[in-house]
């Protein structure tokens, strides 16, 4: 089992900046790719952005220029840094991290999510 822990969530006036870090720990024996995703009332989750283990990234068109993915490897962790936010962007955040778990040769690929955190802009 993986399990994750979100911070960095909270309330900013537009134009503000929030960072987001997701910590993954359990009985993890690699992973792959590490995300966040968003999910807005009355709207269904969507990919903000993701970053694969080799460091390739890839952003939903809303957010290109305003929002960095990065990862460390020997922590496991993922962060999400906000800049340039707007209303629009208010939402509960998800991590995602796609992993193999357990201990050789007893090993299976799994996906696990964050419980999510609350990133609300005002305008």
């Known amino acids: 089992q993986v399990q994750l822990v979100e911070s960095g969530g909270g309330l900013v006036q537009a134009g503000g900046s929030l960072r987001l870090s997701c910590a993954a720990s359990?009985?993890?024996?690699?992973?792959?790719?590490m995300g966040w995703y968003r999910q807005a009332p009355g709207k269904q989750r969507e990919l903000v952005a993701a970053?694969?283990?080799?460091?390739?990234?890839n952003y939903a068109d809303s957010v290109k220029g305003r929002f960095t993915i990065s990862r460390d490897n020997a922590k496991n962790m993922v962060y999400l840094q906000m800049n340039s936010l707007k209303p629009e962007d208010t939402a509960v955040y998800y991590c995602n991290v796609d992993s193999v778990v357990g201990t050789f040769p007893a090993l299976k690929r799994q996906a696990y999510w964050g419980q999510g955190t609350q990133v609300t802009v005002s305008s």
């Open positions: 970053i694969t283990s080799g460091g390739s990234t």
């Open positions: 359990g009985s993890i024996f690699s992973i792959n790719a």
